[in-house]
């Protein structure tokens, strides 16, 4: 992975983004500092792709409704208390 120190990436900002298409993500830092990381457009898709957020995760779960489920109205456990 390619550094870029934050000066020279925008200066040469084409050829960062040049480099990420060809290359592979490119790392700019400031002060010496990793603070971003540039990709390309089809990684970041299939990054953004890969997981779905927490809400599509529960719109995708199965309606549970549909199961056919019967449960007895008698206490599973019952509890007495001596006092």
Do not use: C, N
Request: net charge negative; hydrophobic share 40%.
């Amino acid at each position: 992975m390619a550094q870029w120190q934050l000066q020279e990436a925008k200066q040469r900002f084409s050829e960062v983004i040049r480099q990420a298409h060809d290359e592979g993500p490119q790392v700019v830092t400031r002060h010496g500092e990793e603070v971003a990381v540039i990709i390309d457009i089809a990684e970041y898709r299939r990054l953004k792709h890969g997981a779905p957020d927490f809400k599509e995760f529960l719109r995708s779960a199965p309606d549970l409704s549909l199961l056919d489920i019967h449960r007895s109205d008698s206490p599973v456990l019952t509890v007495t208390l001596e006092g």
